[in-house]
């Protein structure tokens, strides 16, 4: 769940928009690996040293070693003979961390006097722990007084990163935004166009129902891509502040009358048929739901910008000839701006308080802002989120749907860091619990809202 992707690629066997490869794409396994609970015994154990250990001319980065890796390993092997480098009084030292092994790693050293200097994470709840442990540098004053980082970055995704509006972190890979896919023959064939407003999407239901055509392909059983329905709707209904609120502490938060009215619109939807009967028998990652929409028996699909490489990989024919996207629609009465984004921005690099040189770990970051890292990200088949990346996407695997993406995000005023992974894992497998009733039917909207509010 950049991650961002959360290594989609370690789950799927692809990039976005790249070749196909043999395994699904997990979300909810990348939940568990990504926005992991960090112990308190273990931020407490502090050791003797800083940072990495070793000598002081050396810094160490921990990253999640899947086969995107080997974007971060040439950002390494550039910066280390960059002039920066040289000037910064050091190199930096690639650690690739299975991503199995990931996060327990990651909490286990930052307790130790091996801890990375600099390492890779997913925002949000992922490094709260750490951040309220002391255990991060707080890089808001350092990227507003930089030109490299400030306005190396698209500010949407630098943004969504955050904790209590304080940059931790620096974008390091591409974009997942969550996107509406739709059949095109499909909406051919019915004289149909991508819906841009609410009443306009409940028209096509009407008419896709009365072809007999399921709506919307939805992976019920994974509950996660439930999820996306609920911050869309929340954002369209009051904006990205009513979540916000919530990830900012506040359980009062769930009682805005936005995720109460956003509730009550999906049991709508769940009780006018749009997912169909038996959607939370359905998985996405057992390759379920993405089989329904392929095969034309749903017409629209509501899921993370990695659904393109997942049909790619599945049903070639179609992702190259009949899949469309586009964005969610507007709530004609709500107050959220309907270029807002949601889902996964991207994985970000954080500095450990303790690093023996900050210089040094600063000048790395920079280079994730330049035009050489950001052409290997697309080489790679992700969307990457600088802003010097658009004149770059032409050489993506797919153009139009890069430009796409990057025009999608660039545009948003907000793009709101899926809510399981802004809240952490604890707090987000709990609201995972509550939704899957909701969906199910068995709690109400009401209900739902209460439940959300003594989450603890």
């Not at 499909?186 to 008419?207: G, M």
Request: charged share 20%; hydrophobic share 40%; aromatic share 10%.
């Amino acid at each position: 769940m950049s991650a961002a992707r959360e290594s989609h690629r370690e789950q799927s066997g692809q990039s976005d928009g790249g070749s196909p490869g043999s395994r699904t794409f997990s979300r909810r396994w990348v939940l568990g690996a990504g926005a992991t609970t960090v112990l308190t015994t273990g931020l407490s154990a502090c050791g003797s040293g800083n940072g990495s250990g070793g000598d002081s001319g050396t810094i160490t980065a921990f990253v999640y070693g899947d086969d995107a890796v080997k974007v971060q390993a040439a950002s390494v092997a550039r910066f280390n003979k960059s002039a920066a480098a040289k000037k910064a009084g050091g190199r930096v030292k690639l650690e690739k961390v299975p991503g199995s092994d990931y996060s327990p790693k990651l909490r286990t050293a930052m307790g130790s006097p091996s801890a990375p200097d600099v390492f890779f994470n997913w925002g949000g709840g992922s490094i709260k722990a750490y951040e309220e442990a002391g255990k991060l540098v707080d890089l808001t004053e350092i990227i507003s007084g930089d030109p490299v980082l400030k306005d190396g970055f698209l500010p949407a995704v630098l943004a969504a990163g955050d904790l209590k509006g304080r940059h931790y972190g620096i974008p390091m890979r591409g974009m997942q935004p969550v996107i509406l896919f739709y059949n095109k023959s499909v909406f051919a064939e019915h004289k149909l166009q991508p819906p841009t407003t609410w009443d306009q999407l409940l028209d096509i239901n009407a008419k896709l129902k009365k072809a007999k055509i399921t709506p919307f392909a939805l992976g019920g059983s994974d509950i996660w891509p439930e999820l996306m329905w609920l911050e869309y709707l929340v954002d369209r209904i009051g904006g990205p502040e009513v979540f916000k609120r919530i990830q900012d502490g506040d359980a009062e938060g769930w009682g805005d009358p936005a995720v109460l009215r956003a509730a009550e619109m999906v049991k709508e939807l769940v009780d006018d048929g749009a997912f169909g009967s038996s959607f939370t028998s359905v998985s996405y990652v057992n390759g379920g739901a993405p089989a329904v929409f392929a095969k034309g028996k749903a017409a629209m699909h509501l899921m993370g910008s990695w659904e393109y490489s997942t049909q790619l990989g599945k049903f070639p024919d179609f992702a190259k000839s009949n899949l469309g996207w586009a964005a969610f629609p507007k709530v004609e009465d709500g107050t959220g701006d309907v270029r807002n984004v949601v889902g996964n921005p991207t994985n970000y690099w954080s500095v450990n308080a303790r690093t023996r040189n900050k210089d040094l770990a600063v000048a790395f970051l920079k280079d994730c802002a330049s035009q050489a890292y950001a052409k290997d990200l697309i080489d790679n088949g992700d969307v990457p989120t600088t802003s010097n990346a658009a004149e770059l996407l032409s050489s993506a695997p797919n153009p139009e749907y890069a430009r796409f993406q990057y025009d999608m995000v660039e545009q948003a005023p907000a793009f709101t860091l899926s809510w399981d992974q802004a809240l952490g894992d604890a707090l987000g497998t709990k609201m995972h619990t509550e939704i899957g009733k909701l969906f199910a039917g068995k709690s109400s909207p009401s209900q739902f809202v209460a439940a959300c509010k003594g989450l603890k």
